[in-house]
T-cell receptor, first 115, second 114 residues
Framework: GESVGLHLPTLSVQEGDNSIINCAYS??????FIWYKQESGKGPQFIID?????DKRQGQRVTVLLNKTVKHLSLQIAATQPGDSAVYFC??????????????FGQGTILTVHP | DADVTQTPRNRITKTGKRIMLECSQT?????MYWYRQDPGLGLQLIYY???????NKGEISDGYSVSRQAQAKFSLSLESAIPNQTALYFC?????????????FGPGTRLTVL
């Protein structure tokens, strides 16, 4: 039968602007979170991670913010470039039981950067 | 430097055929995973293995089977392919060194079932 795909959230920005991509995670017991970038035709690539005992972590041009109270994760990209255009996924690791070490991925957000 | 490789990269097959997708890694990781990705959707876990003697079902294991032949190899089989299994398939690896759960992904296999 015909499958119906979901429409991913999209974010369009101008080159040089800052981008903020949001993610709501599901499990309050998750202790580790990752952001991945997936370019067209490629596998997901690691961007940045954060543990649950932190609220903020910075990398090169990227910052991840974690709000455990509302189970929300965000990825901020500074001075967004056309090469940042991709699908961005958040992933969480649940700290407990036999599933420890297994990531659960969010739906993803399509980022489009216009020159 | 392809630490995680997948073969084939593209495959077109017919309904009812048996298909095997293979994954190899040179990262020395204990843990390996198979994911499926459909257009407009995120990654869904099919099976995962935490060592050579360990196999676990993921979210969508029905219609699939796996074999962990060695630490470096993890293959995914579709015993009798159906059109709904048309998707992009990714293999990934990880270990827990440093308490991190980062997974490293292969380039993907695009499977089309006619």
């Amino acid at each position: 039968g015909e499958s119906v795909g979901l429409h991913l959230p999209t974010l369009s920005v101008q080159e040089g602007d800052n981008s903020i991509i949001n993610c709501a995670y599901s499990n309050s017991a998750s202790d580790y979170f990752i952001w991945y970038k997936q370019e067209s035709g490629k596998g997901p690539q690691f961007i940045i991670d954060i543990r649950s005992n932190m609220d903020k972590r910075q990398g090169q041009r990227v910052t991840v913010l974690l709000n455990k109270t509302v189970k929300h994760l965000s990825l901020q990209i500074a001075a967004t470039q056309p090469g940042d255009s991709a699908v961005y996924f958040c992933a969480e690791n649940y700290a407990g039981g036999t599933s420890y070490g297994k990531l659960t991925f969010g739906q993803g957000t399509i980022l489009t950067v216009h020159p | 430097d392809a630490d995680v490789t997948q073969t084939p990269r593209n495959r077109i097959t017919k309904t009812g055929k048996r298909i095997m997708l293979e994954c190899s890694q040179t990262k020395g990781h204990d843990r390996m995973y198979w994911y499926r990705q459909d257009p407009g959707l995120g990654l869904q876990l099919i099976y995962y293995s935490f060592d050579v003697k360990d196999i676990n079902k993921g979210e969508i294991s029905d219609g699939y089977s796996v074999s962990r032949q060695a630490q470096a190899k993890f293959s995914l089989s579709l015993e009798s392919a159906i059109p709904n299994q048309t998707a992009l398939y990714f293999c990934a690896t990880s270990d827990l060194r440093g308490g991190r759960h980062e997974q490293f992904f292969g380039p993907g296999t695009r499977l089309t079932v006619l």
